[in-house]
């Protein structure tokens, strides 16, 4: 079993919280009240840079679809080479064909 140096019961309640969303409506209305724009737009442009990247694209291609920043990809590089695999495995699920379920904005 994996131990995050970030377990804690704080983030072990924000963690359950994120389990019980349903659908893309939920993820929406709380990731809203939870973060900031700039905050969803962070995770967001890593998550697609860490998809770019396992697709084989280049930090150049990377930096000119996205506008995100070298040392932004090289931290999403490093994670993907020695993090704890949550990219890795999530990335593989989706393309498993395991689809989040969608909902209404």
């Not at 309640?13 to 409506?25: F, G, I, M, T």
């Not at 990377?62 to 704890?84: D, F, H, M, P, Q």
Request: proline share 1%; with cysteine; net charge neutral.
């Amino acid at each position: 079993m994996y131990e995050s140096r970030m377990k804690s019961e704080m983030v072990d309640h924000l963690y359950q919280a994120v389990l019980s969303l349903k659908d893309q409506e939920d993820c929406y209305r709380f990731f809203d009240d939870l973060c900031t724009v700039g905050e969803i737009q962070v995770m967001a442009q890593r998550w697609m840079v860490a998809r770019m990247l396992q697709e084989g694209e280049t930090f150049n291609a990377i930096n000119e679809k996205t506008g995100v920043s070298s040392a932004t990809i090289t931290r999403v590089r490093k994670c993907l080479v020695y993090g704890a695999d949550g990219y890795a495995r999530i990335i593989s699920r989706l393309t498993e064909g395991e689809q989040p379920k969608k909902g209404n904005k």
